[in-house]
């Protein structure tokens, strides 16, 4: 009666993997598996989320655009003249601002012939900055025009990226609670693809800074959910064992 009474117990109750994993390794091929086929690769799409910022908002060299010069010269002789030099380098947010033309003719109509003046009055580029994209050959400091008065701008996007973070950490953390780590994961990585889509194909810097407060959401829980369904396969008498 006892022991028909046990093994209906048993039965009803299933198998505790708490008790299983001592008997048949706690760390063997299955385990070892999981680390390196689930845990490490979800660092990598955390990792590019994360860090591909920074190079998306890397700043190149750069200085005033001026029309009028730029299809007469080359970029060293234009910068020479009418860009000022200061202390080894050339002025990123300031041009000469002469009438050019005028100059020009009074040069014989040979630009070569012309040195620029440090008197020259300096105003700001109303003309827009061309970039040296030697090194960088795309940013959004490029595609937005983030350079002088709006220099805080590529910070403000970091500030954006990480003001996902804690919140996406808390709303991840209770959709594992909710509706299982699996899903939530799933969920995670959908969250992802679309902020990299938004990222992808933003119009300006608005719309880009946005789309990287929902990649920001995934971040650090994209890696953290994998490694906590793991950590419930590796010594799991250690641990409690919610629904993954």
Request: hydrophobic share 40%.
């Amino acid at each position: 009666m006892d022991d028909s009474g046990k093994t209906k117990h048993n039965h009803e109750d299933g198998l505790d993997m708490d008790d299983i994993l001592p008997t048949v390794g706690e760390f063997g091929t299955y385990q070892k598996l999981m680390l390196w086929l689930v845990c490490l690769p979800a660092c990598f799409p955390c990792g590019f989320g994360a860090f591909n910022q920074l190079f998306m908002a890397d700043i190149p060299k750069h200085w005033c655009r001026v029309p009028l010069l730029e299809n007469i010269t080359t970029i060293d002789e234009l910068k020479n003249v009418s860009i000022p030099y200061e202390d080894g380098i050339y002025a990123e947010c300031k041009r000469y601002a002469v009438n050019w033309e005028e100059i020009i003719q009074t040069a014989g109509g040979s630009f070569r012939d012309i040195i620029a003046n440090t008197s020259w009055p300096q105003e700001d580029c109303k003309d827009g900055w061309v970039y040296d994209k030697s090194e960088v050959k795309s940013s959004i400091v490029i595609d937005f025009n983030l350079v002088c008065d709006r220099d805080i701008y590529p910070t403000l996007g970091l500030v954006a990226l990480n003001v996902g973070g804690p919140i996406g950490v808390y709303t991840f953390g209770r959709l594992n609670d909710s509706i299982g780590r699996k899903k939530s994961f799933f969920l995670c990585l959908t969250t992802l693809l679309v902020g990299s889509a938004l990222t992808v194909t933003a119009q300006n810097f608005w719309w880009w800074a946005g789309s990287r407060v929902i990649v920001g959401l995934t971040i650090p829980a994209m890696y953290q959910i994998p490694f906590i369904i793991c950590t419930f396969f590796l010594y799991a008498n250690r641990y409690s064992r919610p629904e993954l």
